[in-house]
Structure formats: structure tokens, C-alpha cells
């Protein structure tokens, strides 16, 4: 097998994925662990601290595939209907005001800030892609993808999602701080103002990509590897709950996306090992501490890609 030929999804890849680079300067790897997430159809949680550029991202995006953008500054005081949207009486008719959801990006910050109430109209909207307003079910736009940030648990007023809720992010991925020389080209460049990433594609060719993507070739031998993994975290020790049925569809589905990222039109075992990390470990958790908050699942992941033998 070979890399496929260049057609017009894989250049409409890599003006995105430049595009959005040339914003998030330093974090390649970042990007694309965003952009597989968004080829497979899911959605993002970015942990991490303050100020180091999760809003950066999700809105260079945005800018990137020409859509909608929205940001919504989760508190403990946001109710349900404020990002949903809400039906006002007009001239003696009801009209629906969409809220915030009712775009192609949206940013969930601070998710863990606000109660488990607005919590879960934010998953249903991401669940279904549509949402449901005094008896009227409303689609959401296509693409619609969401970026959702959420600080560290030790800090005060958050509200932990339950697993389940994580359960419903394909990915979950730290930014960390930008190295030495990057921090210094960020510094230089001074101003108050954010740069603008270039609209290079549209929702149109990212719904293209995205139905592409999916049609890329898993080979049996990377099924068994992946399967292997899968049934490795349910045997393991460290671990009280492995990865469920879901969550290997996910990998399944990442896995695809990233090849078709890189040009290829198969995946290979890379593909797992790039991905395990971040698609599985919020969704087991570890025996030693038995909750989702410390690092445990991400080591456990770790340990078990260490020990499972690559078919290649």
C-alpha cells in the first residue's frame, strides 16, 4: 500500500492545518491532535491552565474553515437557555433567538465552572447536533465542532464532570507552556490584538474531508492492535474500569483521521500509538485513586502501549 495522490481534500488539510499553525506558534503536535479530532467528528477538551492559548486555537479554527465562531464564558450563574437560545413574544408571535450553540466552533470555557445542569444541555447539543426548544427540535450548524477548556480541579468554584460526560470527548489534550524560543517570538510581536488566522477552506470542504476521512483503510493487523490495547485496559490491574465499546469506536475513528491527515490512505500502528493517549485515558479509570482527576490514566495507557507488541 501506498500514500494516496494528492487531490483537493488533502490540500484543503494542509492550508488548514498551516493556517492554523501560523496562530498557535510552537504547537504542531497541538493542532494536529485538534484537527484529527475534528476530521473524526468529535469534539476537544483542552486542560490546562490559564493563558496558554486554548481560545487561540479554537478560534484560528474557526477562522481557518471560514464558519461561525462562538465563545461562551461558562460561570456558576449560566443557565440552560443561554446557550441554547430562548422564544421571545414579538407582535404576537413566538420567535427563536438562538443562543451560542448555534455555530460552526464554539468555545465551552471554563466548562467546569458552571452547574452540572448547564452541563448537560451543552452534551446533548454535542451528542445529537441538534437542540430542543419548547417542543421544537432545532439542528445545530454543520460542521459543528466544540473546544471546551476546563481548569485544573484543584482550583476553586469547579464542578467535575462526571466520566460519562468526559466519556463524550474524543480527545483530551494539554497544551503546556510554549518553549523558549516561541515565547520569545510571542513576546516580540507585542499588541493587544490576537492575529487572524486566513480563511482557507469552507464548512462545505471540511463536511468533504470529514466523510473522506472516515473512508480511509484500517488493515486487520492494525483492527488486532487496537483491539489487543482495547482489551488489555479491561485485563489491567491499574485499572478499574478499562475502555468500554465507545471508546474504542473513537480510537477507530481518530485513527482513520490522523491517516488521512498524514496523505495516507490506510492506517498504520503509529496511528494507535500517537492516539491511544489522548482518546483513551479520560475514559478509564485508575485504581490508584480511583476517580479521573490525577494522571493515573494516562500513565496506565502508557504502560499497557509499552507492553502490547506492535504488529509492525
Known amino acids: 500500500m501506498t500514500a494516496r495522490p494528492a487531490a483537493a481534500g488533502d490540500?484543503?488539510?494542509?492550508?488548514?492545518?498551516?493556517?492554523?499553525?501560523?496562530?498557535?506558534?510552537?504547537?504542531d503536535a497541538v493542532v494536529d491532535l485538534a484537527l484529527v479530532t475534528l476530521l473524526a467528528g468529535?469534539?476537544?477538551?483542552?486542560?490546562?491552565?490559564?493563558g496558554v492559548g486554548k481560545t487561540t486555537l479554537a478560534a484560528a479554527l474557526a477562522e481557518a474553515l471560514g464558519g461561525r465562531f462562538s465563545r461562551v464564558q461558562f460561570?456558576?450563574?449560566?443557565?440552560p437557555a443561554d446557550i441554547i437560545g430562548v422564544s421571545v413574544l414579538e407582535q404576537g408571535d413566538f420567535v427563536f433567538r438562538p443562543g451560542p450553540l448555534f455555530a460552526n466552533v464554539v468555545l465551552a470555557d471554563e466548562i467546569?465552572?458552571?452547574?452540572?445542569?448547564?452541563?448537560?444541555?451543552?452534551?446533548?447539543?454535542m451528542a445529537e447536533g441538534q437542540v430542543s426548544v419548547d417542543?421544537?427540535?432545532?439542528?445545530?450548524?454543520?460542521?459543528?465542532f466544540v473546544v471546551a477548556t476546563q481548569n485544573p480541579y484543584d482550583h476553586h468554584g469547579t464542578y467535575p464532570l462526571p466520566d460519562s460526560q468526559l466519556d463524550?470527548?474524543?480527545m483530551r489534550v494539554s497544551i503546556g507552556y510554549p518553549s523558549r524560543d516561541t515565547e520569545?517570538?510571542?513576546?516580540?510581536?507585542?499588541?493587544?490584538?490576537?492575529?487572524?488566522?486566513?480563511?482557507v477552506?469552507?464548512?462545505?470542504?471540511?463536511?468533504?474531508?470529514?466523510?473522506?476521512?472516515q473512508q480511509t483503510a484500517v488493515p486487520e493487523q492494525v483492527e488486532e492492535y487496537l483491539l489487543d490495547l482495547v482489551e488489555a485496559s479491561r485485563e489491567s490491574p491499574a485499572l478499574l474500569r478499562g475502555v468500554s465499546p465507545r471508546g474504542a469506536q473513537a480510537l477507530y475513528r481518530a485513527v482513520r483521521a490522523r491517516a488521512f491527515l498524514e496523505g495516507r490512505a490506510y492506517a498504520v500502528p503509529e496511528d494507535v500509538r500517537t492516539l491511544a493517549v489522548p482518546v483513551l485515558a479520560h475514559r478509564v479509570i485508575p485504581r490508584s485513586g480511583g476517580d479521573l482527576r490525577s494522571n493515573g490514566g494516562q500513565r496506565a495507557i502508557r504502560a499497557l502501549l509499552e507492553r502490547q507488541p506492535s504488529p509492525l
Open 201 to 213: 477552506t469552507s464548512e462545505a470542504e471540511v463536511l468533504e474531508m470529514v466523510e473522506q476521512a
Open 112 to 125: 467546569n465552572r458552571t452547574t452540572p445542569k448547564t452541563q448537560s444541555a451543552l452534551f446533548e447539543a
Open 75 to 79: 460561570t456558576s450563574d449560566l443557565l
Open 184 to 199: 520569545r517570538q510571542v513576546l516580540r510581536m507585542g499588541g493587544l490584538h490576537r492575529p487572524q488566522a486566513p480563511c
Open 11 to 27: 490540500r484543503a488539510v494542509e492550508r488548514l492545518r498551516g493556517a492554523v499553525s501560523s496562530i498557535l506558534r510552537g504547537k
Open 135 to 144: 417542543g421544537h427540535t432545532r439542528p445545530l450548524p454543520r460542521p459543528f
Open 168 to 170: 463524550r470527548f474524543l
Open 42 to 50: 468529535g469534539h476537544l477538551l483542552l486542560q490546562d491552565v490559564p
